[in-house]
């Protein structure tokens, strides 16, 4: 028999930067530290090549919550780019925020290639959070609802 | 004819839409749209230009055509419906009513657009004449009567009571379904009530005809555009002079009565699937009409002449001399660059 | 008006420009449009009056391709997007002589209009009054009821770049004219309300959008040769307004990618025929600008570095926004 499962699964994008958060991903997992499977981690060279864009374009696609890994402040592979990173995603999240979209379904977070405990940490607080919120309606498109 | 009192028109729209849908101009967010009646919403007939015009209730800015998903490797196609429903457009301008017959000759000839013919076919049309028309309309140009919209029941509204004749078979059919709420002004059973009606009416035309003959845009002269000055036209050194300040948006075109133009795209919903779409288009764009090998206009004065040319030449060429513009003054109002069509009529026509 | 023509009319003849950008007369008196004016006898349809509210400064990027120098005439806050363009390098210097004009509002016709005042010739500001003149005699309407949004908040009388000023006073006053409201009042009322309202007043507004891009081509910030959205690769229905969210999507991302260097010239706002406030989009990132990085004006001058292409190590960081709580 099918017991049809209706408990909420979050879907969660997570953008990590090569360098520094992807490797603190892959510490969490070569440590066994547990986070939950909905996260979603996509790959990207440096937190500053993810484009706003990028972040609704997820939301459109159906994601509950987006949060972006890059290395610390001053750890950048290319110096400076996290610093642009937090600019843009500053304003972001404060548009976000401003057309009514509910605070805290996007995260920035600096996870160092040392810190798979921060990285597993950090992924099970941010699905609880996007639990809490519930599914994301307000940035939906209904063309890729099921 | 038929009366009812103006401060009832919220029952009357409260009948017709128990029984069909209903659209309207609406007043949303200050501006005045067509759109779906209900309780809740605020109707407005006194701004005579709504933003968009009635074109939406028949050929929506975009609509779906079919949706195909892929499901464990067997591929579904699954075509839109076609409306169904008898549903009422009721405030039509005159003005928007003639744009629905230049419309109709292009998407019910050879090949029918089955979707537009399947709005058109359950579609009834209420039209009303204009109070006061403004100093942007210029429909007079094109033969039109903002006295006598036409359609399937054209109405009056002269101080607090609305005067409701129907024309079609349609309308007639709406008319006796209203049966409750229309107080009847008919000349065999109640002469008196006619000649009142029939009084007020003509007072109201012969009103609304002083002003349009009045109006500044009134007498343009469209002599020059016909079939046989195309290649002139087309070469007028004008145009250069003319597209200047055109920004290239989409605005004229799609606040437009008579524009058609549409474009096909896909939505790729992902594991929902992919939707076939159309959109109106605008020839101001520049994918507009783009082919593998690239765009045929290739500059922007390509594209506004493109515009103008087929709404004063190449449109009446192939359809009996009909213009395809309607002069409702939409452009004119909204064009941020304040270029309009009667600039150019003015302008290629021989004016100063 | 005179004045500029004659020596629009002056700068022809003696060869230092090639052509003159100004605004020429329309058919109603209230809408102008503007042109390109080669020889001196077409200045006789030259017009200047409260009504010119296009900001000439995006035609530039055309003009600067042409041969020989543009003569342009640029109200006040018209300078600050030509001085934005030119660090952008998308406009050309030394190939425009600008001459800046006064200023003391300008007008938003269909309010005009639907004041009842009809058959309009000309306009003309006295104080608080504006003074219209029409077939049927010269009519009178508060001034605050007819201007644009963005001139209720003008940003001063000061040209930041100019060749030479006609009209205008060189060291007027910088800041905002005595009528100036709080540019920010809307944007703080929209941040006081709870985000379930906030969303609401979003969607009722941006549901409106019929997707013209009239928006996009009049801003003088959007001068990308090839906007994002106009990529027939990219998903994106850049003409079709197919539901709440294509349009969030554009006006989010139009707005951002002008952030930092939108100037709020209006032109967004003024030219929506659906009547949508964007410039509360655009102010909103000013106003963040301004309180996380410091006070910035764009196109103020043409050397500093935009807030986004800029950082210092002390920035905040983007959990501020969610520690702070509702939007402000």
């Given at each position: 028999?099918?017991?049809?499962?209706?408990?909420?699964r979050?879907k969660?994008?997570?953008?990590?930067?090569?360098?520094?958060?992807?490797a603190?991903?892959?510490?969490?997992?070569?440590?066994?530290?547990?986070?939950?499977?909905?996260?979603?981690?996509?790959?990207?060279?440096?937190?500053?090549?993810v484009?706003?864009?990028?972040?609704l374009?997820?939301?459109?696609?159906?994601?509950?919550?987006v949060?972006?890994?890059?290395?610390?402040?001053?750890?950048c592979?290319?110096?400076?780019?996290?610093y642009?990173?937090?600019?843009?995603?500053?304003?972001?999240?404060?548009?976000?925020d401003?057309?009514?979209?509910e605070?805290?379904?996007?995260?920035?977070?600096?996870?160092?290639?040392a810190?798979?405990?921060?990285?597993?940490?950090?992924m099970n607080e941010?699905?609880?959070?996007?639990?809490e919120?519930?599914?994301?309606?307000?940035?939906?498109?209904?063309r890729?609802?099921n | 004819?038929?009366?009812?009192?103006?401060?009832?028109?919220?029952?009357?729209f409260?009948?017709?839409?128990?029984?069909?849908?209903?659209?309207?101009?609406?007043r949303?967010?200050?501006q005045?749209?067509?759109?779906l009646?209900?309780?809740?919403?605020?109707?407005?007939l006194?701004t005579?230009?709504?933003?968009?015009s009635?074109k939406?209730c028949?050929?929506p800015?975009?609509?779906?055509?079919?949706?195909c998903?892929?499901?464990?490797g067997?591929?579904?196609?699954?075509?839109?419906?076609?409306?169904?429903?008898?549903?009422?457009?009721?405030?039509?301008?005159?003005?928007?009513?003639?744009a629905?017959?230049?419309?109709?000759r292009v998407?019910l000839?050879?090949?029918?657009?089955?979707?537009?013919a399947?709005?058109?076919?359950?579609?009834?049309?209420?039209?009303?004449?204009?109070?006061?028309?403004?100093?942007?309309?210029?429909?007079?140009n094109?033969g039109?009567?903002?006295?006598?919209?036409?359609?399937?029941?054209e109405?009056?509204?002269?101080?607090?009571?609305?005067?409701w004749?129907?024309?079609?078979?349609?309308?007639e059919?709406?008319?006796?379904?209203?049966?409750g709420?229309?107080?009847?002004?008919?000349?065999?059973?109640?002469?008196?009530a006619?000649?009142?009606?029939?009084?007020?009416?003509?007072?109201e035309?012969s009103?609304?005809r002083d002003?349009?003959e009045?109006?500044?845009?009134?007498?343009?002269n469209?002599?020059?555009?016909?079939?046989?000055?195309?290649m002139?036209?087309?070469?007028?050194?004008?145009?250069?002079?003319m597209?200047?300040?055109?920004?290239?948006?989409?605005t004229?075109?799609?606040v437009?009565?008579?524009?058609?133009?549409?474009?096909?795209?896909d939505?790729d919903g992902?594991?929902?699937?992919v939707q076939?779409?159309r959109c109106?288009?605008?020839?101001?764009?520049?994918?507009?009409t783009?082919?593998a090998?690239?765009n045929?206009?290739?500059?922007q004065?390509?594209?506004?002449?493109?515009?103008?040319?087929?709404?004063l030449v190449?449109?009446?060429?192939n359809?009996?001399?009909?213009?395809?513009c309607?002069g409702c003054g939409?452009?004119?109002?909204?064009?941020?660059?304040?270029?309009n069509?009667v600039?150019?009529?003015?302008k290629?026509?021989?004016?100063? | 008006m005179?004045?500029?023509?004659?020596?629009?009319?002056?700068?022809?003849?003696?060869?230092t420009v090639?052509?003159?950008l100004?605004?020429?007369?329309?058919?109603?008196?209230?809408?102008?449009?503007?042109?390109?004016?080669?020889k001196?006898?077409?200045?006789?349809?030259?017009?200047?009056?409260p009504?010119?509210?296009?900001?000439?400064?995006?035609?530039l990027?055309?003009a600067?391709k042409?041969?020989?120098?543009?003569?342009v005439?640029?109200k006040?806050?018209?300078?600050?997007?030509?001085?934005?363009?030119?660090?952008?390098?998308?406009v050309?210097?030394?190939?425009?002589?600008?001459?800046?004009?006064?200023?003391?509002g300008?007008l938003?016709?269909e309010k005009?209009?639907?004041?009842?005042?009809?058959?309009?010739?000309?306009?003309?500001?006295?104080?608080?009054?504006?003074?219209?003149?029409?077939?049927y005699?010269?009519?009178?309407?508060?001034?605050?009821?007819?201007?644009l949004?963005r001139?209720?908040?003008?940003?001063g009388?000061?040209?930041?770049v100019?060749?030479?000023?006609i009209?205008a006073e060189e060291?007027?006053?910088?800041?905002?004219?005595e009528l100036?409201?709080?540019?920010?009042?809307k944007?703080?009322?929209?941040?006081?309300?709870?985000?379930?309202?906030?969303f609401?007043?979003?969607?009722e507004?941006?549901?409106?959008?019929?997707?013209?891009?009239a928006c996009?081509?009049v801003?003088?910030a959007?001068?990308?040769?090839k906007?994002?959205?106009?990529g027939?690769?990219?998903d994106?229905?850049q003409?079709?307004?197919?539901?709440?969210?294509?349009?969030?999507m554009f006006?989010?991302?139009?707005?951002?990618?002008?952030?930092?260097?939108c100037?709020?010239?209006?032109?967004?706002?003024?030219?929506?025929?659906?009547?949508?406030?964007?410039?509360?989009?655009?102010?909103?990132?000013i106003?963040?600008?301004?309180?996380?990085?410091?006070?910035?004006?764009?196109g103020?001058?043409t050397?500093?570095?935009?807030?986004?292409?800029?950082?210092?190590?002390?920035?905040?960081?983007?959990g501020?926004?969610?520690?702070?709580g509702?939007?402000?």
């Open positions: 028999m099918q017991v049809e499962n209706t408990e909420f979050p969660i994008v997570a953008f990590c930067c090569n360098w520094c958060s992807y603190g991903a892959d510490l969490a997992g070569s440590s066994r530290l547990a986070y939950p499977a909905d996260v979603k981690i996509i790959r990207v060279p440096c937190s500053c090549r484009n706003p864009m990028f972040i374009r997820a939301f459109q696609r159906g994601a509950d919550g949060i972006l890994c890059g290395c610390h402040p001053g750890d592979h290319y110096t400076t780019g996290n642009y990173t937090r600019r843009r995603m500053t304003l972001l999240f404060s548009m976000l401003y057309l009514g979209v605070n805290g379904r996007t995260r920035v977070e600096w996870v160092s290639a810190e798979g405990v921060k990285f597993s940490t950090t941010f699905v609880a959070k996007i639990h919120l519930g599914e994301n309606v307000r940035l939906e498109d209904l890729c609802k | 004819m038929y009366r009812i009192d103006k401060s009832r028109l919220a029952e009357l409260a009948a017709i839409s128990g029984n069909q849908d209903l659209f309207l101009p609406l949303k967010a200050d005045t749209n067509y759109g009646w209900s309780e809740e919403e605020c109707f407005d006194d005579l230009k709504t933003v968009k009635a939406d028949f050929f800015q975009s609509e779906v055509l079919y949706r998903k892929n499901e464990d067997k591929l579904s196609i699954d075509p839109q419906k076609l409306c169904d429903r008898p549903f009422v457009v009721f405030g039509m301008r005159a003005c928007d009513v003639k629905i017959e230049v419309l109709d998407f000839s050879d090949p029918v657009d089955t979707f537009y399947a709005r058109r076919e359950h579609g009834i049309i209420v039209s009303l004449a204009c109070h006061e028309p403004e100093e942007t309309c210029f429909c007079k094109f039109i009567d903002a006295a006598e919209p036409g359609a399937d029941v109405t009056w509204i002269i101080e607090d009571s609305l005067y004749k129907p024309l079609t078979e349609k309308g059919a709406l008319t006796v379904s209203l049966a709420l229309l107080e009847n002004a008919d000349a065999a059973s109640a002469p008196d006619a000649e009142k009606a029939e009084k007020a009416v003509a007072k035309q009103s609304i002003i349009t009045k109006l500044p845009l009134s007498h343009l469209l002599s020059r555009f016909k079939p046989e000055n195309t002139e036209l087309f070469d007028s050194p004008l145009w250069e002079e597209y200047k300040p055109c920004l290239a948006c989409g004229c075109t799609f437009c009565p008579t524009c058609q133009c549409y474009d096909i795209r939505f992902g594991k929902n699937g076939r779409y109106w288009d605008s020839c101001m764009y520049s994918d507009f783009m082919m090998h690239g045929l206009r290739t500059s004065m390509q594209r506004f002449r493109q515009r103008f040319m087929h709404k190449y449109y009446p060429a359809n009996d001399g009909l213009y395809s309607v939409r452009c004119v109002s909204k064009c941020p660059a304040s270029l069509i600039k150019v009529i003015k290629m026509g021989g004016e100063a | 005179q004045e500029l023509i004659t020596r629009a009319k002056e700068l022809l003849a003696d060869g090639s052509r003159v100004g605004w020429k007369k329309g058919d109603m008196g209230w809408d102008p449009e503007p042109a390109y004016f080669e001196e006898e077409d200045l006789k349809d030259f017009v200047y009056n009504f010119c509210g296009a900001n000439l400064s995006k035609y990027i055309a600067g042409l041969e020989g120098t543009t003569l005439f640029l006040p806050c018209d300078t600050y997007s030509f001085n934005q363009l030119t660090k952008e390098h998308r050309k210097r030394e190939k425009t002589y600008i001459i800046g004009v006064g200023c003391h300008t938003k016709a005009v209009l639907s004041a009842g005042i009809k058959g309009i010739e000309d306009a003309a500001i006295e104080g608080d009054t504006l003074k219209v003149k029409t077939l005699g010269e009519k009178e309407m508060p001034l605050m009821d007819a201007l949004e001139c209720k908040v003008c940003k009388k000061i040209h930041v100019f060749d030479e000023l009209g060291g007027e006053e910088a800041g905002p004219g100036a409201g709080n540019r920010f009042a944007v703080e009322e929209l941040e006081a309300m709870p985000p379930k309202e906030r609401a007043f979003w969607q507004q941006l549901s409106k959008c019929i997707r013209c891009n996009r081509n801003c003088p959007c001068s990308c040769l906007c994002v959205f106009d027939n690769q990219f994106s229905s003409k079709a307004n197919v539901d709440t969210f294509e349009e969030q006006h989010i991302i139009r707005a951002y990618h002008v952030a930092g260097r100037t709020d010239c209006g032109e967004c706002s003024r030219v929506c025929p659906e009547g949508i406030p964007l410039q509360l989009l655009n102010r909103k990132f106003k963040d600008i301004n309180t996380f990085y410091g006070e910035y004006q764009a103020a001058d050397e500093s570095r935009a807030p986004l292409t800029d950082f210092t190590f002390e920035d905040v960081e983007p501020i926004v969610s520690e702070r509702g939007g402000r």
